[in-house]
């Protein structure tokens, strides 16, 4: 059998078993403990260590396959989240986070949400032109279009596949407002398209601080930029007068929920004019596999984490619920809303919203089609 991983006991982490998990070697840069079969999958899949080969194990290396989605542009009807429409430019995140909620997501695809979802990932080749001939369809209404609402749209394989910069072209020429989230510094890299978009109220650019604590980032999200240059990137969004918000998300209870002062501060002082927060979401398999990584990394807090995240969700790991989702209910809940609110007015953050502007749009001139004589 390959050598890739070897047994480890399961742990029991508030009331519930988890495990086994994936030996060191293996997962070195990596932010997941397993890689169990999705909850799509008829059979359960693992690897062990015979003991027939006997040199060290390889770590895990990201596999990227090219994809030609069919449509780029997605809806939602979600009533508690700011947009309706997204864009991802890439399915599975190498980021690694081991708190992402997308995680399950790659269960479709026949995938472990575990670490096949940062190693096994898809790069949509045709977006930008899928999305010139989605906004060249008569019928369409501009809103803003959300970029990486499920993954990162800056992940490190960007930098080769270009997909996200080519995006922001179609968007910049059909003078599109769209908005941006991500955890990584490479978005300073199309900082002339973002420059040239936010001087029409084009664009905004929200950029994801989870904690201010190297060591505990390079744990949580083994491969995004430090917190440093997060703010940092803030700091030269904001420079360029590009509008750059930051995301205390998500805060996870017992862990980084003393930090959300300190990041607002840090925040505010880079330039960022808007701040939100969300609440840990552990939905489906993402609530083993985030178990697996507070038994390796975070044993003496495990149990407190869970026990709080509860406290939120009327005793369960998670609530689906529209509104609820994202904050949670009970004590805890309102005392992190009421100290987040108190943080915001202190330092003057959100005291005006800026609102992205869709009067300016064209609709992409397809070939074949009239020139605007006026355009």
């Not at 980021?95 to 096949?116: E, I, K, Q, V």
């Not at 209404?141 to 970029?147: H, S």
């Not at 440093?228 to 803030?234: F, G």
């Not at 840990?280 to 507070?294: A, H, S």
């Amino acid at each position: 059998m390959e050598r890739s991983i070897e047994q480890i006991g399961p742990t029991e982490i508030a009331g519930r078993v988890v495990g086994e998990m994936v030996v060191e070697d293996v997962r070195r840069g990596r932010g997941t403990r397993s890689n169990a079969s999705g909850r799509f999958e008829t059979e359960r899949r693992e690897t062990i260590d015979d003991g027939w080969v006997q040199d060290e194990a390889a770590p895990l290396k990201t596999n990227v396959r090219q994809e030609n989605a069919r449509s780029i542009i997605a809806t939602n009807d979600s009533p508690d989240i700011s947009f309706d429409q997204s864009i991802n430019p890439y399915r599975g995140c190498e980021h690694g986070c081991s708190y992402c909620y997308a995680r399950p997501t790659h269960a479709f695809l026949g995938h472990s949400p575990g670490l096949d979802f940062e190693t096994e990932l898809y790069a949509k080749a045709n977006a930008a032109q899928l999305l010139e001939k989605e906004l060249a369809n008569p019928r369409y209404q501009p809103r803003t279009i959300a970029l990486g609402t499920v993954t990162d749209p800056y992940q490190p394989i960007e930098r080769q596949h270009r997909i996200t910069r080519a995006v922001l072209e179609v968007l910049e020429a059909a003078r599109h407002p769209v908005g941006i989230v991500t955890k990584s510094a490479l978005v300073v890299r199309d900082i002339d398209i973002l420059q040239r978009m936010a001087k029409h109220d084009l664009v905004k650019v929200a950029l994801s601080v989870t904690t201010l604590d190297r060591h505990l980032a390079r744990s949580m999200e083994p491969r995004a930029a430090t917190p440093a240059k997060r703010l940092e990137t803030v700091r030269l969004l904001s420079e360029a007068g590009i509008p750059a918000q930051v995301m205390v998300a998500p805060i996870i209870p017992g862990l980084n929920d003393h930090e959300i002062e300190r990041i607002l501060e840090a925040a505010h002082k880079a330039g960022a004019k808007e701040a939100g927060y969300v609440m840990l979401r552990l939905p489906l398999e993402l609530k083993d596999l985030f178990r697996e990584w507070l038994a390796t990394d975070h044993p003496d807090r495990a149990n407190r984490v869970l026990h709080l995240l509860q406290s939120m969700h009327g005793g369960r790991d998670y609530t689906a619920t529209f509104g609820l989702r994202q904050k949670g209910t009970g004590p805890y809940a309102a005392q992190i809303a009421a100290r987040f609110r108190l943080a915001l007015q202190r330092l003057g953050l959100n005291q005006r919203r800026l609102p992205l502007r869709t009067d300016l749009f064209r609709h992409p001139t397809r070939q074949g089609q009239q020139l605007d004589l006026f355009g």
